[in-house]
T-cell receptor, first 111, second 112 residues
Framework: GENVEQHPSTLSVQEGDSAVIKCTYS??????FPWYKQELGKGPQLIID?????GEKKDQRIAVTLNKTAKHFSLHITETQPEDSAVYFC??????????FGTGTQLKVEL | NAGVTQTPKFQVLKTGQSMTLQCAQD?????MYWYRQDPGMGLRLIYY???????DKGEVPNGYNVSRLNKREFSLRLESAAPSQTSVYFC???????????FGQGTRLTVV
């Protein structure tokens, strides 16, 4: 089955700096790559996603890049703010409905 | 529009007790899922239902059963709870053929 590795497990940045979280996957059939944000005590919420026919996608301060050849994709958050502090999960899907998740990154934005 | 609603939010069980976690969605989604979240392990799929009347095992189904009661509701049952089932359980739903999943707020279950 699919294996998704996510790094780093914890990330601390100063407010205003950029944050990058990276994921690698094993299944070459994967074609959908979402990122979820989970705030304390809440369920994961989809923040951005990318499909395999696109290399990069941006939405205001967040962006996702995909390298299908190398089987990795990354989440970039620019101009980080305290409200960006949360756990972030990457995931993949190979065309069906099921998602395989990474192990999560605890992002802390310090003032 | 509530999205995905889970009940209860918290539960403590004794080893061997049984319970059912309830989930309902109001987005008219065909597909529903149950995940468990454990520290350092991300979210792992327990069972899913691609459409009303069908259920399939996910990555970690042992010790659980599910029922897709109707299009809106998907329940998860623990017949004889074990301490290893202490976890946070999330229900999610998505449209047919699409993997964009919407999650509930979770149920924090402790088995002592």
């Amino acid at each position: 089955g699919e294996n998704v590795e996510q790094h780093p497990s914890t990330l601390s940045v100063q407010e205003g700096d950029s944050a990058v979280i990276k994921c690698t996957y094993s299944d070459s059939a994967s074609n959908y790559f979402p990122w979820y944000k989970q705030e304390l005590g809440k369920g994961p919420q989809l923040i951005i996603d990318i499909r395999s026919n696109v290399g990069e996608k941006k939405d205001q301060r967040i962006a996702v890049t995909l390298n299908k050849t190398a089987k990795h994709f990354s989440l970039h958050i620019t101009e980080t703010q305290p409200e960006d502090s949360a756990v972030y999960f990457c995931a993949t899907s190979g065309g069906g409905n099921k998602l395989t998740f990474g192990t999560g990154t605890q992002l802390k934005v310090e003032l | 529009n509530a999205g995905v609603t889970q009940t209860p939010k918290f539960q403590v069980l004794k080893t061997g007790q049984s319970m059912t976690l309830q989930c309902a969605q109001d987005m008219n989604h065909n597909s529903m899922y149950w995940y468990r979240q454990d520290p350092g392990m991300g979210l792992r799929l327990i069972y899913y239902s691609a459409s009303e009347g069908t259920t399939d095992k996910g990555e970690v189904p042992n010790g659980y059963n599910v029922s897709r009661l109707n299009k809106r509701e998907f329940s998860l049952r623990l017949e004889s709870a074990a301490p290893s089932q202490t976890s946070v359980y999330f229900c999610a739903s998505s449209e047919s053929g699409r993997a964009e999943a919407f999650f509930g707020q979770g149920t924090r279950l402790t088995v002592v």
